[in-house]
């Protein structure tokens, strides 16, 4: 009996002993935190990254966090926890447009290896992420603005893709009406982003550009919006709400537009790439149905594709900063980055996955988006540093205001060229 007691006091004293040993080991950790997007399959990815990280270096956790999908919400949540210095996030996804307005808060990679593999990448994206010579953000994917078309529907209606916005509304409104005739009312001509945030800046730019009306303040600081060829632009777009765009396109965001086209509903989608892959699932009721092309073109006689994308960068305040950079550098890896464009068609910032075969026959269109990358449309964020984000917020709301019926686009653009220079200081000139 006392040989039996005693062998359970030894028993439970092993066990102690390993959950000791465990605590302490997994007390010795690291823990690097990674705030991330959670738009379509980039939550995902991210923590299957993060997991391959880990097997490779046992002594780190690397914790993922999902953040909101609207960039405008992301950017208010990361100034809390910088203005209140916090360690609690040591890996940030920063949006292309925020490096000269978060510089002050993020550290330097070029201290931590990134000046071996920075020519791997776009030169135009390590350029922006540059500030004071300082890399603040370590290139993770691009991004264009992409137009999603119907192929079977094209074929059905004997159309063709359509080359200008004028072609683009009649082949929409053509598609919606038979589709609808069919049955089903439900039927869009067309879906997009047009909630007042980032995303409806992406859109508007690139109908205001495509259509000769500048790029809302040139790039040697002249505050170009208050045009004729843009306020036309605006107004055409304010036409589609209701007619070929739900009315309710006004409160849409990416995913929602997705939604709309994968179920099938949508004859035409402006999105980023990363719908590429989702829309191509086995789960789609449109795989194999669609493809992608260039969006139309207006005045300019050539279309418009905002540049877009999203990088790594590391907190000032992180208590593991050369840990915290190892981590960001390894998920922007070309092999890490190779997987994110097969699995959820990421567009790559490493210039030779352009040419990679397996990333091509995953996504097909990478090869002919590498030259839609290339003369992509820059927002004027490094222009208007540190306020693009006021800028943005001024134009978003202004162009939301003539969707909605609240403006017209003359008296929008008027009083928007006006608080643009309030608060810029810029000159006012032409396109």
């Known amino acids: 009996m006392r040989l039996n007691r005693y062998l359970v006091a030894v028993c439970n004293l092993i066990i102690a002993i390993f959950l000791i040993g465990g605590l302490a080991m997994a007390q010795e950790k690291v823990v690097i935190t990674v705030a991330a997007g959670a738009v379509g399959q980039e939550l995902e ?8 990280y880990m ?4 002594d780190v956790e690397v914790r993922v966090i999902d953040t909101p999908d609207l960039a405008t919400d992301r950017y208010g949540l990361y100034l809390q926890f910088f203005e209140a210095r916090s360690s609690d996030i040591d890996v940030y996804q920063i949006d292309v447009i925020w490096p000269g307005d978060l510089a002050e808060h993020l550290l330097d990679l070029y201290e931590f290896g990134a000046k071996e593999i920075a020519d791997e990448h776009f030169p135009a994206i390590i350029e922006n992420n540059t500030v004071d010579g300082r890399l603040v953000g370590i290139p993770w994917f691009t991004d264009a603005g992409l137009l999603y078309y119907r192929t079977d529907l094209l074929e059905k209606y004997g159309l063709e893709v359509p080359k200008t916005w004028a072609e683009f509304e009649e082949v929409a409104r053509i598609i919606q009406e038979g589709e609808r005739a ?10 997009w982003q047009g909630n007042a945030y ?3 800046t992406c859109n508007a730019l690139e109908w205001i550009c495509s259509n000769g009306g500048g790029t809302i303040i040139s790039p040697d600081g002249v505050i170009t919006i208050n045009n004729p060829n843009a306020i036309e632009a605006i107004e055409m777009a304010a036409r589609w709400v209701g007619t070929i765009s739900p009315a309710g396109v006004t409160g849409f965001a990416e995913e929602d537009a997705r939604s709309l086209f994968q179920s099938g509903n949508a004859a035409f989608m402006r999105n980023w ?12 009721v449109i795989a194999g149905k669609f493809d992608v092309a260039s969006l139309p073109a207006g005045r300019s006689g050539h279309g418009a594709a905002t540049l877009g994308g999203w990088q790594l960068a590391v907190s000032k305040y992180s208590n593991n900063p050369e840990i915290a950079a190892d981590v960001a550098l390894f998920m922007a890896s070309p092999e890490e980055q190779k997987i994110r464009a097969i699995k959820g068609s990421f567009t ?9 075969p397996e990333v091509l026959e995953s996504a097909p ?5 590498y030259d839609v990358l290339i003369n992509a449309v820059a927002r004027p964020s490094t222009v208007t540093a540190p306020n693009y984000n006021e800028v943005s917020t001024l134009f978003f709301r202004a162009v939301h205001s003539v969707l909605t019926g609240a403006k017209d686009a ?10 643009l220079q309030a608060l810029t200081g810029f000159e006012i000139g032409e396109p």
């Open 45 to 52: 990815l991210t923590r299957e990254a993060a997991q391959r």
């Open 410 to 419: 003359t008296t929008a653009l008027e009083e928007l060229e006006l608080e």
């Open 55 to 58: 097997e490779a270096h046992p």
């Open 182 to 191: 069919e049955g089903n009312e439900d039927f869009w001509g067309f879906v």
């Open 365 to 369: 269109f990478f090869g002919t988006l």
């Open 348 to 356: 790559p910032t490493i210039m030779t996955l352009y040419e990679d």
């Open 198 to 200: 980032e995303g409806l």
């Open 273 to 284: 790439p990363y719908a590429y892959a989702l829309g191509q699932s086995e789960e789609s």
